[in-house]
């Protein structure tokens, strides 16, 4: 089995029992919800204690637990410029807001990059009288670039 057959095995078990990604998530004690439905996405690895109790819930073999736990080939979307309309606008505002991400980085924290392995993230709702909106905050280390 590979790791995106495992991906899909996940998701239309977590369908077939009802189960929210969040449900899976409270099984990975200290683990936050966007970590673990990262990982079970194919795009991150679960400590081993994670990995059993999510896969005993989904009725997973020792081999699909364990593959939980291997290092994925991250950053696999199927194509270079998504056609789902929710990750094309991620795409979209890296490509209107990216060069002020950048611009406005290097200023206050000089030539480098902000890590997505030192990363955390929080995925919320905020009730708007207009319509609720989607809140995300990223915070990444920030790495500098060392001369050399």
Known sequence: MTRAELTEKIVRTRIEQGLSWAELAALATGLSKEYVTAALLGQMTLPAEAAQAIGDRLGLDPYEIRLLQVPPYRGSLPTAVPT????????????VYG?????????????????AIDFRMDLRR????????????MSGKFLPYKPF
């Open 126 to 137: 905020e009730p708007d009288p207009a319509g609720d909106r989607v809140s995300i905050t």
């Open 99 to 115: 060069t002020t991400f950048k611009a406005l980085i290097h200023e206050e924290f000089g030539d480098g990059i902000m890590s």
């Open 84 to 95: 789902d309309p929710l990750v094309y606008r991620f795409h979209e505002l890296v490509s």
